[in-house]
C-alpha cells in the first residue's frame, strides 16, 4: 500500500526555519517526482515545490513565493524527501502536503494538483510573532 507521511511541522516566529519531512512506503520514492502543496484556510491548495528522480539532473521546481527561501532535497537511503523552509513569513502558515505524481519528472505542469496521484495527511506550519 502506497503511503506518504510527512513530519516536522511546527510554530515558528517569523524569520525562522523548519525541516519537513516526507516518509515513503509501500513504493521506491526515487522512482517518481515529489511534489509539496500547502493550504491555508479558506484558499486553495497550492503547489510549492517539486523533485525529480534523483537518477536524472536532480532538476528542482520551487514557486514564485517560495524561491531562494524553501529547499527540496532526497535522501533515497531513508526513502525520504526534505522541504528545508527558512525566513519563513506569515503568509507560509498553512498545512502542507507531500505528494506522488506518477512520474519521474515534475514538468511544466507540476503546479496542477490533479497531476499527483497519491496525498500524505499534511502537517501544520504556524507562523506566528
Known amino acids: 500500500q502506497v503511503q506518504l507521511v510527512e513530519s516536522g511541522g511546527g510554530s515558528v516566529q517569523p524569520g525562522g526555519s523548519l525541516r519537513l519531512s516526507c516518509a515513503g512506503s509501500?513504493?521506491?520514492?526515487?522512482?517518481?517526482?515529489i511534489g509539496w502543496f500547502r493550504q491555508a484556510p479558506g484558499k486553495e491548495r497550492e503547489g510549492v515545490s517539486c523533485?525529480?528522480?534523483?537518477?536524472?539532473?536532480?532538476?528542482?521546481y520551487y514557486a514564485n513565493s517560495v524561491k531562494g527561501r524553501f529547499t527540496i532535497n532526497r535522501d533515497n537511503a531513508k526513502n525520504t524527501v526534505y522541504l528545508q523552509m527558512n525566513s519563513l513569513k506569515f503568509e507560509d502558515a498553512a498545512v502542507y502536503y507531500c505528494?506522488?505524481?506518477?512520474?519521474?519528472?515534475?514538468?511544466?505542469?507540476?503546479?496542477?494538483?490533479?497531476?499527483?496521484?497519491?496525498w500524505g495527511q499534511g502537517t501544520q506550519v504556524t507562523v506566528s510573532s
Open positions: 523533485i525529480r528522480i534523483s537518477t536524472s539532473d536532480g532538476t528542482t
Open positions: 505528494t506522488k505524481i506518477a512520474r519521474t519528472w515534475c514538468g511544466a505542469t507540476w503546479l496542477t494538483a490533479g497531476q499527483y496521484d497519491s
Open positions: 509501500g513504493f521506491t520514492l526515487d522512482n517518481y517526482a
